[in-house]
């Protein structure tokens, strides 16, 4: 067992509908978009990753963007194998070895993922040549990322805003007591914006574009304490079919986003109002961490708390706190070893 110990090499991966994080000897190692650029003719993946995202949107015929994940699980299984296989080849301690090494690996995945994804995820992991594949739950791994103790008999609520789910999830003695996973999330929020721009701008935006703005001026309340300044967006003009900009501010971004918003508040009452009385307590003294990149939106955090009335927490460095749960989990297999699944 020594030796081939020795030969086994760990990874972490947040496999993600917007991002893809591996965490390899306790270093982010991949970061990068979860999108793969193929050529229609040779149906060889010529780009992941950063190279496959800078050409979305931007494609001639023999090219397509791919994302290989839709809401959280794999839509197309080829892309995200030969993605998952081509991030992992890239991983620079790796690349030195003479033969690929065997992998223990720990994935996560969201909580509302059906026995047959599970499977899915499990099989790509081992055509990538993982021995051990563990699966973590999105809300446990970024409850361990954010540095809750998920083993003591203690109530703690986790809103993890991905790009394709929102999970929700009430955590106790290391394991999910109830828990909602939605599909209104940072995808839903870019095309909000779109849709925004073209009904009321007349300006049809590209998906890179919505995204930029949702990053730079999105809001999820229309007072925020320092708002941002204005930007212009540029786009297509529907009526005239030129490229036109305009100056768009916070505010009409908070409207884009109310209703798709508000299914998430609804999300996270509808899990309180399932929490059982004790757990409740907990929560009443603890309240609410936010994770995932959906929890980065100005004013969310303050909008939650007002419709709770419970303090609302968002985890520092909120993209890679599932990602680090995970590689904590990986370091401490014994002691999560009950929350794994094998």
């Known amino acids: 067992m020594g030796f081939f110990d020795f030969l086994t090499e760990e990874?972490?991966?947040?496999?993600?509908?917007?991002?893809?994080?591996?965490?390899?000897?306790?270093?982010?190692?991949?970061?990068s978009p979860s999108i793969?650029?193929?050529d229609r003719v040779s149906g060889k993946i010529i780009a992941v990753g950063k190279e496959a995202n800078?050409?979305?949107?931007?494609?001639?015929?023999?090219?397509?963007?791919?994302?290989?994940?839709?809401?959280?699980?794999i839509a197309d299984f080829d892309a995200s194998e030969k993605m998952i296989?081509?991030?992992?080849?890239?991983?620079?301690?790796?690349?030195?070895?003479?033969?690929?090494?065997?992998?223990?690996?720990?994935?996560?995945?969201?909580?509302?993922?059906?026995e047959v994804e599970m499977r899915a995820v499990k099989e790509s992991a081992e055509r990538v040549n993982g021995k051990e594949v563990y699966l973590i739950?999105?809300?446990?791994?970024?409850?361990?990322?954010?540095?809750?103790?998920?083993?003591?008999p203690k109530g703690n609520m986790i809103v993890d805003i991905g790009g394709g789910t929102t999970e929700i999830a009430v955590i106790a003695l290391g394991g999910i007591v109830c828990d909602k996973s939605v599909k209104i999330a940072g995808d839903v929020f870019t095309n909000d914006i779109i849709y925004y721009m073209r009904t009321q701008h007349n300006l049809y935006v590209g998906e890179s574009t919505a995204?930029?703005?949702?990053?730079?001026?999105?809001?999820?309340?229309?007072?925020?304490?320092?708002?941002?300044?204005?930007m212009s967006v540029q786009g297509r003009d529907l009526l005239t079919g030129k490229p036109k900009q305009v100056s768009i501010s916070y505010r009409e971004i908070?409207?884009?986003?109310?209703?798709?918003?508000?299914?998430?508040?609804?999300?996270?009452?509808?899990?309180?109002?399932?929490?059982?009385?004790?757990?409740?307590?907990?929560?009443?003294?603890?309240g609410i961490y936010l994770a995932g990149g959906g929890s980065m939106l100005r004013g969310l955090d303050r909008r939650l708390s007002?419709?709770?009335?419970?303090?609302?927490?968002?985890?520092?460095?909120?993209?890679?706190?599932?990602?680090?749960?995970?590689?904590?989990?990986?370091?401490?297999?014994?002691?999560?070893?009950?929350?794994?699944?094998?």
Request: net charge neutral; aromatic share 4%.
């Open 306 to 342: 007002q419709k709770t009335d419970l303090p609302v927490y968002i985890a520092e460095d909120p993209l890679r706190a599932v990602v680090r749960g995970t590689g904590i989990a990986l370091k401490n297999l014994e002691r999560y070893k009950s929350i794994l699944i094998k």
């Open 54 to 73: 800078m050409m979305q949107g931007k494609t001639h015929e023999n090219i397509k963007t791919i994302r290989p994940l839709k809401d959280g699980v």
């Open 85 to 114: 296989n081509m991030f992992i080849k890239n991983i620079p301690a790796l690349k030195k070895k003479w033969f690929p090494p065997a992998l223990r690996m720990v994935i996560c995945i969201p909580s509302g993922i059906t």
């Open 137 to 152: 739950h999105e809300p446990m791994a970024a409850a361990i990322g954010i540095g809750l103790d998920i083993m003591q």
């Open 211 to 230: 995204e930029n703005i949702k990053i730079q001026i999105g809001s999820a309340t229309e007072d925020l304490q320092s708002p941002p300044d204005e």
């Open 254 to 286: 908070a409207k884009a986003l109310d209703k798709s918003i508000l299914r998430v508040e609804d999300a996270v009452m509808e899990t309180l109002s399932q929490t059982p009385p004790e757990l409740a307590a907990d929560i009443y003294n603890t």
């Open 36 to 38: 793969v650029a193929r």
């Open 11 to 31: 990874i972490a991966i947040d496999l993600g509908t917007a991002n893809t994080l591996i965490i390899h000897a306790d270093k982010v190692v991949v970061d």
